[in-house]
């Protein structure tokens, strides 16, 4: 093999090497996505709050796993530890703000300091990490294959195929999507829709914990982490189309891919910088996102 061969064969599997690394990240992100746009679909808030959601997550699986439990155990701890804790703000704060959903906007921003500053009075500042729940590495051709990479894409995967179902398949999902279309007529249909409201919340949280989870199986998170998370969170929904959750996992993969080419072929240190540059181009020319979303819940 000649060396513009060799130098081809290795840039392709730089590349690639660089995509799988992107799609893992996409993984958590598209997860955060997709509990952003349901909570909005149903309420009309935009939770800027679901990143620190994010961070809570991996601070309980962090304190699980140092504490002798096993990941997977831990993992589950996490996401429940979340879901109660939107199950509890969703009860005491947000649902007083369902009628002035920029009242709930501005709530989430409030939450975004408390909430990091509990985790620094409980658990300080410092980054936190677990040990790797999985360290197999396959080789193919010249692309490492890393298994906890590989683990939070089929999870994430699986999590949102199962949502998805449930949301288009079942009686449930039938009823929220009416509650999305008119809150008000979906009520007097008999749909119990602030008991939606409530589920949508538990669902958001328990999606961003799980995230959380995941993240710190990849990566040392800090009490800051969620901001940067939700940012890419919020560009995904915004560029699929917020409130569309297909369009959620579309741009999750596109985003994905944009991050390995750009450090693959790119400034590695430009990857958000590329990602934020696709939101914005497709705000300006799309404002409806790429798969068309909502403007939130329709009142009569």
Do not use: C
């Not at 677990?130 to 193919?140: K, M």
Request: hydrophobic share 55%; glycine share 14%; charged share 10%.
């Amino acid at each position: 093999m000649s060396g513009a061969e060799n130098d081809g064969r290795a840039t392709v599997d730089i590349l690639l090497q660089q995509i799988l690394n992107g799609l893992s990240i996409a993984s958590v992100i598209t997860l955060i996505a997709v509990g952003v746009t349901l909570i909005f679909g149903l309420t009309g808030i935009i939770n800027f709050a679901h990143g620190e959601f994010l961070m809570v997550g991996s601070i309980v699986t962090w304190l699980a796993v140092s504490n002798g439990i096993a990941f997977p155990l831990a993992l589950i701890l996490g996401v429940l530890a979340v879901a109660m804790m939107g199950f509890v703000l969703e009860r005491a704060i947000f649902r007083f703000t369902l009628e002035r959903p920029t009242n709930g906007f501005i709530v989430s921003l409030g939450l975004i300091v408390v909430l990091q500053h509990i985790v620094i009075l409980f658990w300080n500042a410092n980054q936190k990490s677990i040990p790797r729940p999985l360290t197999t590495v396959w080789e193919v051709g010249g692309v490492r294959i890393a298994s906890v990479r590989v683990m939070v894409i089929l999870m994430t995967i699986a999590v949102v195929t199962m949502t998805y179902v449930m949301i288009t398949r079942s009686r449930y999902g039938r009823a929220l999507r009416a509650s999305v279309e008119d809150r008000d007529t979906a009520a007097l249909m008999g749909i119990p829709v602030r008991r939606y409201i409530t589920g949508v919340f538990v669902l958001g949280s328990a999606l961003a914990g799980l995230g959380g989870g995941l993240l710190i199986a990849l990566f040392p998170i800090t009490p800051f982490t969620g901001g940067t998370m939700v940012m890419k969170g919020f560009a995904v929904a915004l560029i699929g189309g917020l409130g569309n959750l297909t369009g959620a996992v579309a741009a999750g993969l596109i985003l994905g891919i944009v991050e390995g080419f750009s450090a693959g072929y790119g400034f590695s240190e430009w990857t958000d910088a590329y990602s934020f540059g696709l939101m914005i181009l497709v705000l300006l020319f799309r404002p409806q996102g790429l798969f068309g979303g909502t403007s939130g819940p329709k009142m009569a």
